[in-house]
Nanobody
Framework: QVQLVESGGGSVQTGGSLRLSCAAS????????MGWFRQAPGKEREGVAA???????TYVDSLRARFTISQDNAKNTLYLQMNSLKPEDTGVYYC???????????????????WGQGTQVTVSS
C-alpha cells in the first residue's frame, strides 16, 4: 500500500548541507504523521523531525537549529534540509509515515508502520 523512497543522501564535509527527499505513494489517509529518522553506526534508530497532515511540525531539540522538515503535497514528497552538518550526523536516514488518529500526537518519535529503505549520509571531519 504505502511506499516511501528516500533520496538525496551522500558524502559531505563538516559544515556542508544536504537536502533529503522522500517520495510517497499510496498515502490515502485523511490524517497522517510523517517523519525523518536516522541510525548511526552502533546506535539505535532515533527520530529527527515530524510533520502532520495539519502542518504541525516537531523537531528533536538538538537539531532544531540546523534541520528543517517540509512537504510538497502536490508532489507527495517529504523533505529534510540539513545544514551545518557535523560528523555525528553520519548515518542512514529513513522517512516514515502512518495514519494518525485524532487522539494521537505526531511527534519526532511517533511509532510508524511504514518505512522507506533509507539513504546514507556521511559527514567527514
Amino acid at each position: 500500500q504505502v511506499q516511501l523512497v528516500e533520496s538525496g543522501g551522500g558524502s559531505v564535509q563538516t559544515g556542508g548541507s544536504l537536502r533529503l527527499s522522500c517520495a510517497a505513494s499510496g498515502l490515502t489517509y485523511s490524517t497522517y504523521c510523517m517523519g525523518w529518522f536516522r541510525q548511526a553506526p552502533g546506535k539505535e534508530r532515533e527520530g529527527v523531525a515530524a510533520i502532520a497532515s495539519d502542518g504541525s511540525i516537531t523537531y528533536v531539540d538538538s537539531l532544531r537549529a540546523r534541520f528543517t522538515i517540509s512537504q510538497d503535497n502536490a508532489k507527495n514528497t517529504l523533505y529534510l534540509q540539513m545544514n551545518s552538518l557535523k560528523p555525528e550526523d553520519t548515518g542512514v536516514y529513513y522517512c516514515a509515515a502512518s495514519y494518525m488518529p485524532s487522539f494521537a500526537h505526531c511527534g519526532a518519535q511517533y511509532p510508524h508502520d511504514n518505512w522507506g529503505q533509507g539513504t546514507q549520509v556521511t559527514v567527514s571531519s
